[in-house]
């Protein structure tokens, strides 16, 4: 049985359904611009419109958001309103879509599809995937196992936020190079890799799709870097795949 993810970021509002056994879009995705200001109530009707275009009703829905999810509330909005803080976002995308919800943070949603049908699938020890695009997303892994919420993009380098410096909207706003920029994630990654030691990297996000252009450039590195095989569709996967081991809703009490 299929089964619908929904992958919200800062620029856009991306879903599709899943089949989650084979980690694949079983038809092609739709993708509406994250509304501006992005607050609980204009990004729900967006996801609304996401799930209509397939006619998506009453069944199990996984959606991912950029920040810190726990137990189905936000607790940061680094990339969209602050409105989101404290919501109870399960909650209120459940009574907007009239389905089960499950919410997660965006990068560890696609740090588990990687985990399960990608690149970093049946590699142990620690396993660090980063989502580079409006802002720079972690799933952190050891052994397979999650450490959700890591939110590494948020650390200090150089006295900047990481992801003001070498995200991939930093290189479109200040009109850097691949070279330039590869410079900027070389910095990043040596200063993960000094915190955590991870024997994989795995580079996510829509700028996945041209790994060959920075990837070589990134040197002084010790572990493994590969681009996520599930590119821009880890999101939506990952969401999914949090949908079903969220298991069915409960039932209503009599």
Not at 38 to 60: C, H, I, K, Q, Y
Not at 93 to 115: I, K, Q
Not at 129 to 147: C, K, N, P, Y
Not at 198 to 204: A, E
Request: overall charge negative; proline content about 5%; hydrophobic content about 45%.
């Amino acid at each position: 049985m299929d089964v619908f993810g929904v992958d919200i970021g800062g620029s856009g509002i991306k879903g599709a359904p899943v089949d989650v056994a084979r980690g694949e879009l079983t038809e092609e995705r739709f993708k509406v611009l994250t509304p501006q200001p992005a607050t609980p109530d204009a990004v729900a009707d967006a996801v609304a419109e996401v799930l209509a275009n397939f006619g998506w009703s009453g069944r199990p829905v996984g959606v991912t958001f950029p920040g810190v999810v726990v137990g189905g509330t936000t607790r940061t909005a680094a990339n969209v309103a602050k409105d989101w803080v404290g919501v109870d976002a399960a909650g209120l995308l459940g009574e907007r879509l009239s389905c089960p919800v499950t919410v997660l943070n965006d990068a560890d949603a696609a740090g588990l599809a990687e985990v399960r049908h990608g690149a970093a699938r049946g590699r142990d020890g620690t396993v660090i995937l980063l989502t580079f695009g409006t802002g720079i997303g972690s799933a952190l892994f050891t052994d397979g196992r999650l450490v959700p919420n890591t939110e590494l993009g948020h650390l200090e380098l150089h006295g900047h936020d990481a992801e003001t410096r070498a995200s991939t909207r930093a290189k479109d706003e200040e009109g850097l190079n691949w070279t330039h920029w590869a410079r900027r994630v070389q910095r990043y990654l040596t200063h993960v890799e000094m915190l955590f030691s991870p024997d994989l990297f795995v580079i996510g996000g829509g700028v996945s799709r041209k790994a060959d252009k920075f990837l070589p450039l990134i040197e002084g590195v010790s572990a493994e870097i590969v681009p996520a095989r599930l590119q821009n569709n880890a999101g939506i996967v990952g969401a999914a795949m949090a949908a079903v081991a969220a298991g069915p809703a409960p039932a209503a009490a009599a």
